[in-house]
């Protein structure tokens, strides 16, 4: 099947085609779909990254959003657990160029497409991504809805009704969809090649530590397990409490690599989900 073009909706679905992208503006855009059967609606942006894609579709930030991947190798590194900013995606799909082929790394447990399958996420490739990627810089992120049916059957107007009812991501509360549940604390380093992630001195958890127990003192004066080299020339480094709206994990690896101890000296606010 030949790369689709944008059309004006609603359109015959072409030969060979399993995927389809509706804009909220009425334009169809066919691929073949991968991953989870379904459809998503949301905003439609690119990212222009090269590689990263398990990490970029894993961010909190993109919660709402389907990637249109811009590079058009996409999957070729496969998918691992260790590469990714949170449990689970929050980006709602992924548009590609080519089709997603078999992974070529040594660090590569699982296709790209399995992955995305296995978390309920939908990808569109044999997609004009460079065409769709001047559309968005030119009109802005459009509303839209991804959909994958291996039949490739679909019914275009009610998915175009769909695009065009979805209020937006403006004024939209994503941090309750993207925050945490409970108070946790994190001592998980960088990654390094045949350890994996580091993993900081045990530090102990509790509450209502004042600034000048032994405790709270003994926590500054252990060493990091990866310390920088501007970390080591500090007596006492400070203690870092953060409020995860939907925070990447690797701010805090990079923050355990450099020697800040996570957790709290205070009992936190009623309200408050997290702490490090």
Aim: aromatic share 6%.
């Amino acid at each position: 099947m030949a790369d689709a073009k944008p059309v004006t909706a609603p359109a015959k679905t072409p030969e060979g085609a399993t995927g389809v992208l509706v804009l909220s503006t009425g334009e169809v855009i066919w691929g073949r779909g991968f991953g989870a059967e379904g459809s998503a609606v949301g905003e439609v942006c690119f990212h222009t990254a090269m590689t990263g894609y398990q990490e970029i579709m894993t961010d909190p930030s993109f919660a709402g959003q389907m990637i249109t991947f811009t590079f058009p190798h996409i999957g070729n590194v496969g998918a691992n657990a260790d590469d990714v900013e949170a449990d689970n995606p929050h980006a709602l799909g992924m548009i590609v160029r080519e089709d997603v082929t078999g992974p070529s790394n040594f660090r590569s447990v699982e296709r790209l497409d399995a992955w995305m399958a296995k978390h309920g996420r939908i990808g569109l490739s044999g997609v004009d991504t460079r065409a769709l990627t001047r559309k968005i810089r030119g009109g802005g992120a459009p509303n839209g809805v991804i959909a994958h049916s291996a039949s490739g059957e679909f019914d275009v107007p009610a998915l175009l009704a769909q695009a065009q009812a979805w209020p937006g991501l403006e004024g939209m509360d994503l941090a309750i969809a993207v925050t945490t549940a409970m108070d946790y604390g994190w001592d998980g380093g960088v990654w390094r090649l045949g350890a994996g992630y580091d993993s900081s001195v045990p530090l102990p958890m509790g509450e209502g530590l004042g600034e000048g127990s032994a405790t709270g003192a003994a926590l500054a004066d252990r060493p990091s397990p990866n310390p920088s080299p501007k970390g080591e020339g500090s007596a006492k480094r400070p203690h870092v409490v953060a409020i995860d709206y939907g925070s990447k994990r690797n701010i805090f690896r990079n923050l355990v690599a450099a020697g800040s101890p996570g957790p709290f000296d205070r009992k936190m606010p009623s309200g408050v989900s997290f702490m490090i």
